[in-house]
């Protein structure tokens, strides 16, 4: 069995991919999707450790899932098809609830990058104020690529907000999301040393600073 289990593990290092969209496919060592967001949260509420819980397929991810095939006797593949998704999810709540962790994650990380926690979580908060504001689309991904008025974040034109968020960020964007808001209302920010725009300041009530970043009702 042990044989069996590590060439898996070579061949899922072979066969990096990057799978986008519902579980109609499998995912493997490689793959990033929120979708292997919510069976990494499922994994870890198994006993499982799983230090990256950004919905990056790495090889904590991928240990985890061929212990689980193997206990649960499931053929070993090393990879999230269906009939593993199933034995995870079956006694799980998850479901989809982890696409607003997993853009909000995003945008924090592409947006906050060397800026404090606070300063992370007050950008997560903006985020989901637009979110709860009638003015604003009704989801958090909607809310990040929400182009109505032009481009609303940097990051989604640059693509970097497709960059895998670090611990920090997951941290702000899980605590934003149950609730920690040190910024209030606000539904905007932006950093004065580097803005090309200065809209922001100039129509809207200053709320508060945190590191570079001024925060506007």
């Not at 906050?112 to 903006?126: M, P, R």
């Not at 209030?184 to 709320?207: H, K, M, V």
Request: net charge negative; charged share 20%; hydrophobic share 35%.
């Amino acid at each position: 069995m042990m044989k069996k289990i590590l060439c898996t593990i070579l061949g899922a290092i072979t066969l990096t991919t990057t799978a986008t969209g519902a579980f109609s496919a499998e995912y493997r060592l490689g793959s990033e999707n929120s979708q292997i967001m919510t069976v990494q949260n499922a994994l870890e509420n198994k006993g499982y450790e799983i230090n990256d819980k950004s919905g990056f397929f790495g090889l904590k991810t991928l240990a985890a899932i061929i212990d689980f095939q193997d206990r649960t006797n499931i053929e070993i593949s090393g990879t999230i098809n269906e009939q593993t998704k199933r034995a995870l999810l079956k006694d799980s709540d998850t479901g989809n609830s982890n696409e607003d962790l997993y853009w909000l994650s995003r945008i924090v990380h592409a947006e906050s990058q060397g800026e404090s926690f606070e300063g992370k979580l007050a950008v997560a908060n903006c985020v989901l104020n637009r979110v709860k504001s009638t003015q604003y689309p009704n989801t958090v991904k909607e809310v990040i690529f929400d182009t109505k008025y032009g481009v609303q974040y940097q990051p989604t034109s640059n693509g970097t907000i497709y960059q895998t968020p670090d611990e920090s960020s997951v941290k702000a964007a899980k605590e934003a999301l149950s609730g920690v808001n040190p910024i209030g209302d606000c539904l905007f920010f932006f950093n004065p040393a580097i803005a090309t725009n200065f809209w922001i300041s100039e129509n809207r009530q200053l709320y508060k600073i945190i590191g570079n970043h001024h925060f506007y009702l």
